[in-house]
């Protein structure tokens, strides 16, 4: 056996146990992405599956050796993540800055505000659905993830009649059915993946453990066979059918071809382009800017660094490294450790905060935290997928920063009346 996919089971065993003892998924999750990418190695290497060529002109070397060199600078920073995260982890024991029923009466306040939000980018979905796989129509676009989020936050927190109970869920279902289809079925994740985490955050770890991995696999294969309605010749097959290709789909590791990518990313750094010494982190800053704007804008992903450096066409295709292989571009190995230290620290700096709230408001940013690591950890652009982040989940922060603006009004009312008391 692999030995770094050795201490990698061993890791997830650990993390299994803090898992059920903090009822905190965050290693189990990192360890799980890279035990995924290692299904995608073993799918290649018993030939089951073919690799995720793409032709840029750089006559790239596809085989066993470099996939293996991808896999363990994966693990390796995986393992260097998840170190720091155990080093630098540390509960919340300052009591809650709110209650269930000041989340749900702030819900209700905002129940018009979740209908016309909905509304608006469901017609928006309708009618600029054409040009959603592109620019800052796409890029608008994913707000109504949040919307989907807090209308089944307000269906699940509210006392209403059977009537109210059927018009809301068969609207909520029509703006959700909205965002599932073949060229955008990152949508579905979007929002999918929140409402899942919240729905079990009363169980018990071990029953939240399989309800998890049974959410996992059906996701994972529902949004399997949104690929495979790409091709029109799947349209006339079967459910049945479909489900099953989904399931080898999902098994073989197309939709997780990360090592393909990271293969491609290797042999490109530092040879064909110098590493970024960390401006890949700082182009998140100058993101938002339009490019009409600054024609010299620093590009996303290597492939397009490389047709910029070499004045080629912008390639459409990219195969995602993974995170780790964005570290990569920064700097090497080195960089992979030194980021993913960094990201370590970050993260149990965000469990930190959302403990801070009652389970509601808690497990929504959890959720929210678990959706977003899903473009972070495949990532290849990275300032493209911050981006596709924080539009999908900006209402969301909007909510939360206006929750806190309440809590600190209910406080001073509070100390208010304690005076008048006095």
Request: net charge neutral.
């Amino acid at each position: 056996m692999d030995s770094f996919l050795l201490i990698l089971i061993l890791f997830f065993i650990v993390s299994i146990a803090h898992f059920f003892k903090n009822n905190d998924e965050i290693p189990a999750f990192v360890i799980l992405f890279s035990l995924l990418c290692y299904l995608r190695l073993r799918a290649l290497e018993s030939g089951k599956a073919e690799w995720a060529e793409f032709d840029y002109g750089l006559y790239f070397i596809f085989d066993l050796e470099h996939a293996y060199i991808a896999w363990h600078y994966i693990a390796i920073g995986t393992l260097t993540l998840v170190l720091a995260y155990f080093f630098f982890f540390k509960e919340n024991k300052k009591p809650k800055i709110d209650t269930l029923d000041s989340f749900k009466t702030f819900l209700r306040k905002k129940e018009e505000f979740f209908f016309i939000g909905g509304a608006i980018f469901y017609v928006f979905k309708l009618f600029a659905g054409s040009s959603l796989s592109v620019g800052y129509s796409f890029l608008l676009g994913l707000a109504s993830n949040s919307f989907i989020i807090f209308l089944f936050l307000l269906y699940f927190n509210s006392n209403l009649n059977l009537w109210k109970r059927i018009f809301f869920g068969i609207f909520l279902s029509l703006i959700a059915y909205s965002t599932y289809d073949p060229v955008t079925r990152f949508f579905f994740l979007g929002w999918s993946v929140p409402v899942v985490v919240y729905l079990f955050r009363n169980y018990h770890a071990i029953k939240k453990s399989v309800f998890y991995i049974v959410g996992l696999v059906i996701i994972s294969i529902v949004f399997s066979i949104g690929g495979l309605m790409r091709n029109y010749e799947n349209w006339n097959k079967s459910t049945a059918q479909l489900v099953d290709e989904g399931l080898e789909t999902f098994l073989l590791g197309h939709d997780i071809n990360f090592i393909d990518g990271f293969v491609m990313l290797h042999q490109v750094y530092p040879r064909h382009l110098d590493f970024h010494l960390g401006t890949d982190h700082l182009g998140i800053l100058v993101r938002p800017i339009p490019r009409s704007l600054w024609s010299g804008k620093p590009e996303g992903a290597w492939q397009q660094k490389y047709a910029a450096k070499h004045n080629l066409e912008k390639f459409v295709t990219g195969i995602s490294p993974t995170i780790y292989g964005v570290f990569y571009g920064e700097g090497g190995v080195i960089a992979i450790i030194i980021f993913s230290i960094l990201y370590g620290y970050i993260f149990v700096r965000i469990k930190l905060y959302w403990e801070r709230y009652s389970e509601s408001i808690q497990y929504l940013i959890k959720g929210v935290f678990f959706a977003a690591l899903i473009p972070l950890f495949r990532s290849g652009d990275l300032p493209g997928d911050i981006s596709i982040i924080c539009m999908s989940y900006w209402p969301i922060f909007l909510f939360i920063y206006q929750y806190n603006k309440y809590l600190d009004k209910l406080e001073q009312l509070s100390v208010y009346e304690e005076i008048l008391i006095k």
